[in-house]
């Protein structure tokens, strides 16, 4: 059976074009993906999301988003696309075998934080360790942490997290940043701040129960080991967009993002529309993502109106 749309992926972006497609009566189809509810799942409390003063786990605010889809006559899959085409209308979409046509399609794959690759550091997400200092910076009021990275926004995070965090140390694995040098100068005239050269985390010290109580640092040059005590760690070094299934279809910025149209959550494949953090490097919120998915959803339902 031809749907009318298909939303790939989860989130704040694609369960709130689920929610707009159903209440259009498109009968969205979602396929969730890899990490339905997408980055918020990994996110114990959300305190920035409008309508929730008291705060709301990440978990419970993707279940509720999905429940409010899912009422209004959403059909939400966790499953995970493996193949599209778009080269034709109908759009195909591939579940392993099973293919699905299309008239539209709204892209919501998200993007994923790049981490280190600990095992710890998987452990810990969420007691102790993040990737996201505006989400995550208040839980750290008078404790000390630790960022990891280099660039500008490892700088943002740093300053950031000083509003909050008694003293914050920077540990990059160079013995300079790449940052831009208005950063590094607002970074390096912080009394709060201070740098850990060329250094990285070999290892978390913590557990659930008791979160992060210290990382093991290796000297990248003499290859000795030391303990640092920490009460957090914040991974600050970039994000990846989820986009491999759109390599050679879709046109994408140098940082591997989905381009849309100024304006629109249009790409370039007419009946394709793209939303949340696979298309939004720059504010990367619950908040704009769920904007961005109602866009989506819009720009979705006048096209087919149209066609």
Not at 101 to 114: E, F, N, Q, W
Request: hydrophobic share 40%.
């Amino acid at each position: 059976m031809n749907r009318k749309v298909i939303i790939i992926g989860s989130g704040p972006a694609g369960l709130t074009a689920a929610l707009y497609t159903a209440r259009a009566n498109l009968n969205p189809l979602v396929f969730e993906g890899n990490q339905p509810g997408g980055q918020l799942t990994i996110t114990t409390d959300v305190e920035n999301y409008p309508g929730f003063p008291e705060g709301i786990m990440g978990p419970e605010l993707m279940e509720k988003f999905r429940t409010q889809a899912i009422r209004f006559g959403a059909e939400c899959h966790f499953k995970h696309v493996t193949k599209v085409d778009f080269n034709a209308r109908p759009f195909k979409v591939w579940v392993g075998d099973d293919m699905f046509t299309s008239d539209s399609i709204i892209i919501a794959t998200g993007a994923s934080a790049k981490m280190l690759g600990l095992e710890s550091e998987k452990e810990l997400m969420g007691y102790g360790v993040s990737a996201c200092a505006t989400c995550d910076g208040f839980f750290f009021k008078d404790k000390k942490v630790l960022i990891v990275g280099g660039g500008d926004s490892a700088m943002e995070e740093a300053n950031y997290l000083t509003k909050f965090a008694s003293e914050v140390k920077i540990v990059h694995r160079r013995d300079e940043f790449r940052a831009s040098k208005i950063m590094i100068d607002r970074v390096m005239n912080n009394d709060k701040i201070s740098v850990i050269w060329n250094s990285s985390i070999k290892e978390i010290l913590g557990s659930k129960e008791k979160g992060v109580h210290a990382v093991i640092l290796e000297d990248s040059q003499s290859k000795n080991t030391i303990e640092e005590n920490c009460d957090g760690v914040f991974m600050a070094i970039g994000h990846k967009p989820n986009t491999d299934l759109f390599v050679d279809i879709l046109d994408f910025d140098s940082a591997g993002y989905l381009i849309t149209t100024k304006g629109s959550t249009a790409t370039n494949i007419e009946g394709v529309y793209a939303c949340g953090d696979v298309q939004d490097h720059v504010y990367r919120q619950a908040v704009t993502a769920a904007g961005s998915g109602c866009m989506s959803a819009i720009d979705a339902e006048r096209y087919l109106e149209n066609n």
